[in-house]
C-alpha cells in the first residue's frame, strides 16, 4: 500500500464524480459527505482519503478501489457487483449488507469494520479482517488466499463451496459456521471452536 503522505490531495465531493471523464477521481480527499441513490458503471476512484463518507444504497457495478484510505465512511446496503480493490485500508467503516458478488480484493485491510449480512460470492480474496464483525456474511464459491482474521465476530458466517485450507480462525469468535465438513479440511482452528465443529458434524456430546 502506498503511502498518502507525499501526495498532494484536492478537497472535493464525491458527488463531482459524474463531471470526470471515466467517472475517475484521484489524488482527492473527501470528508463529511453523502451521497445515496447513485447509479454508476466502473466509476474510479483512487490515491484518495475518505472520512465520515457515506456511500450506502448506491450501485457501483465494476467499482474499483485503488490506494485509498477511508475511516468512519458507510458503504452499507451498497451494490458492489464486481469491483476490485487494490492496496487500500479501511478502517470502521460499515459495509451491512453491501453486496460484493464476484469482487476481486488484493492486499485490503479491514480494521474495526462491521459486514453483517455483507455477500462475498465467487469473489476472489487476499485481505485481512482485524476486529470486524461479520456475522451472517457470505463467503460462498470463493477462492481464499493469504486472507487473514483477527479478533473478529464471525457467528453463522457462510462458507459453503469454499476451501478454507490453512485458513487461521483461532482468534476469533464465533457458535455456529454454516458450511460442509469438506470445506474443514485443513482449516486452523483452536480447541473450543474444533469442539463446536466436532459437535455440529459428528455429533460429539462434550462432557
Known amino acids: ?29 473527501i470528508e463529511n459527505e453523502t451521497v445515496t441513490d447513485m447509479d454508476l458503471r466502473h466509476p474510479i476512484i483512487e490515491f484518495s482519503q475518505l472520512t465520515n463518507v457515506v456511500l450506502a444504497n448506491n450501485s457501483f457495478e465494476k467499482f474499483e478501489i485503488n490506494n485509498i484510505q477511508a475511516k468512519n465512511c458507510d458503504f452499507s446496503n451498497a451494490n458492489l457487483t464486481e469491483a ?30 462491521t459486514f453483517m449480512y455483507a455477500n462475498f460470492n465467487e469473489s ?14 457470505v463467503f460462498t464459491s470463493m477462492k481464499i488466499k493469504n486472507t487473514h482474521f483477527n479478533e473478529c465476530e464471525m ?6 463451496d469454499t476451501s478454507l485450507k490453512d485458513i487461521d480462525l483461532s482468534s476469533n469468535s464465533f457458535d455456529n459456521l454454516d458450511l460442509s465438513f ?7 482452528m483452536n480447541e473450543v471452536q474444533a469442539n463446536i465443529m466436532s459437535q455440529k458434524f459428528l ?3 462434550i462432557k
Not at 124 to 137: H, I, N, P, V, Y
Not at 155 to 160: C, G, I, L, P
Open 124 to 137: 476472489k480474496m487476499e485481505c485481512t479482517f482485524s476486529e470486524s464483525r461479520l456475522d451472517d456474511a
Open 84 to 113: 476490485s480493490l487494490y492496496n487500500s485500508k479501511f478502517v470502521n467503516c460499515k459495509f451491512m449488507g453491501t453486496i460484493f458478488d464476484r469482487a476481486y480484493f488484493k492486499n485490503v485491510e479491514f480494521i474495526g469494520c
Open 155 to 160: 457467528n453463522n458466517v457462510d462458507f459453503n
Open 182 to 188: 469438506q470445506e474443514l479440511k485443513g482449516v486452523i
Open 1 to 29: 500500500m502506498e503511502s498518502l503522505d507525499n501526495r498532494e490531495l484536492i478537497k472535493t465531493n464525491f458527488i463531482d464524480i459524474v463531471d470526470y471523464d471515466d467517472y475517475l477521481l484521484e489524488n482527492t480527499l
Open 203 to 205: 455429533r460429539i456430546k
